[in-house]
Every structure is written in structure tokens, then in C-alpha cells.
């Protein structure tokens, strides 16, 4: 049975369809890159999987089971865990409890466990050492960081990371790579990340590669075979990967 999957669906905005029938699959122990230009519909499709959004048609399935219209602490409960592309932190709040909260929102835990599990988060993704400090005076990469941490607090099966390494610089990316590659070969989860314009990274990191445009999924393979379809080329790359 397929960990996930996306069946023909749309999501429209008003007059834009942002997703116009979009399927996708993710089998449990894959690593499923999304790519595309801005505004092709990656973060909308996260949206629409973790329940931020329930689309206007077609279904979503986790498990084999249908949680199209579960709202998302129910489907955070089930094991799908997201880190934002704009991290917004409670910022009055210590980076510990920041990933506590975190760890509540999945569910299943006392607050003493919690505790123990968004330290050993934090301690994961190297910011221990920060567990106490108000997370409203992190570093842009420790958001980042915290971001990623209060996500595995979760304890996901499913993790979903939209584009966790925009606004990093090339050593932090170069961590966050790592970081995330250890997350996926230790921890018992597929990962789906949009790396958009860090080709390099997606290539080290996904076992396949789905290239969005216009709300429509344009390319699907291995990243060698996707980031060289010609049309992903002329679209989005510019020149063939490599
Ligand atoms: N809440 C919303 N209300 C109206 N339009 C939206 C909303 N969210 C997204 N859109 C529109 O839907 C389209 C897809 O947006 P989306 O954020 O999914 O793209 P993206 O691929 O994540 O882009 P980026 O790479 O810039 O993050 C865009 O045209 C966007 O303006
Ligand atoms: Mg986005």
C-alpha cells in the first residue's frame, strides 16, 4: 500500500486554478522531491495534503485511508508533519516550548513526554544548546532549524519540508542537506521537499523528482531523467541539469 496519494486534485483560488488535477504517489521509505517555477502550485499542494486547504475535487489518501476531508491536527495525529516555507514561530516563547507545541499538535503524548521529545529534537538538529532561549532571538537558520526540529517532534511518518533552505547561505544549506538526508535514512519516515533552485541539493537528496508548472505536475522521474526532460529544461531550469 502507497504511504500517500494525491488523486487528480484541484484546488482553485477564486478564478486561478492553482492545482488543476494533480496526482502524485509516495511509498514509504521515498524521497520525493517537488520542483517548479513560483507560483506553480508546490506549496498549495503541501496545503492541500497536510489539510491546510481541502481541495475543490479529488481525493487524498494516507494509509489507504481517505483523509480528504479530515482537518490537519487529525491528519498531524495519523503521522503528516510539515515545516513552512515562511517559519513563523511563536517568538515570546523558548525554542523548547516552540517544539513542544509541536509535539502536542500531533498528539498522544503528556506534556512530560513531549518535553523529552522536543529536546531530543532540538538536540537532532544541533540547537540543544538554544533550548531555553526565546526563540524570537534565533538566527534565520536556526528558525529554519527550529522549524525542522518542531516538525520531527511529531514523530511523522510522513514529513513534508517546503523549501527549507531558501534564504540560507551555501554552508547552512550544506548542513540542512545533511540534516536532512540523516532524518531520512535514521528516522522511519518519507520525506517530500521542495529544494526549488537547489538542483545540487535535490540531486543528493530525492530518489525521484515531480516538476510542477502551472499548477499541473509537467515531469515526473529520476532526478537525472526529470532535470533533463526537455521541457523542464526550457520552462524552469534554463539549461539541462549537469
Ligand atoms: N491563499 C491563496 N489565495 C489566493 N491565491 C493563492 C493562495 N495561495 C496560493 N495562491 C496562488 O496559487 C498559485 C500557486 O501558489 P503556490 O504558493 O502553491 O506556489 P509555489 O509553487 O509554492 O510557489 P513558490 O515557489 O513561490 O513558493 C499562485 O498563483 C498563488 O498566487
Ligand atoms: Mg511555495
Do not use: C
Amino acid at each position: 500500500m502507497k504511504l500517500l496519494k494525491v488523486e487528480n486534485v484541484v484546488k482553485k483560488f477564486g478564478g486561478l486554478a492553482a492545482l488543476q488535477g494533480v496526482s502524485l504517489e509516495i511509498d514509504k521509505g521515498e524521497f520525493v522531491a517537488i520542483v517548479g517555477p513560483n507560483g506553480s502550485g508546490k506549496t498549495t499542494l503541501l496545503n492541500v495534503i497536510n489539510g491546510v486547504y481541502k481541495p475543490d475535487s479529488g481525493r487524498v489518501l494516507f494509509e489507504g485511508r481517505d483523509i480528504t476531508k479530515l482537518p490537519a491536527y487529525a491528519r498531524a495525529k495519523m503521522g503528516i508533519s510539515r515545516a513552512f516555507q515562511v517559519p513563523r514561530p511563536f517568538p515570546d516563547m523558548t525554542v523548547l516550548d516552540n517544539v513542544v507545541v509541536g509535539a502536542l499538535f500531533n498528539g498522544g503524548l503528556d506534556l512530560q513526554r513531549a518535553k523529552e521529545v522536543a529536546r531530543e529534537a532540538l538536540e537532532y538538529v544541533g540547537l540543544g544548546r538554544k533550548a531555553d532561549e526565546l526563540a524570537g532571538r534565533l538566527t534565520f537558520n536556526e528558525l529554519r532549524l527550529l522549524e525542522l526540529a518542531r516538525a520531527l517532534a511529531g514523530r511523522p511518518k510522513l514529513l513534508l519540508l517546503d523549501e527549507v533552505m531558501a534564504g540560507l547561505n551555501p554552508g547552512e544549506i550544506d548542513n540542512m542537506t545533511k540534516l536532512i538526508r540523516r532524518v531520512v535514512e535514521e528516522k522511519d519516515i518519507a520525506a517530500l521537499s521542495l529544494v526549488e533552485h537547489r538542483m545540487k541539493a535535490v540531486v543528493q537528496l530525492a530518489h525521484r523528482v515531480v516538476v510542477m508548472h502551472q499548477g499541473k505536475v509537467i515531469a515526473e522521474g529520476p532526478p537525472d531523467v526529470a532535470l533533463n526532460d526537455p521541457m523542464v529544461v526550457e520552462i524552469y531550469l534554463g539549461k539541462p541539469w549537469r
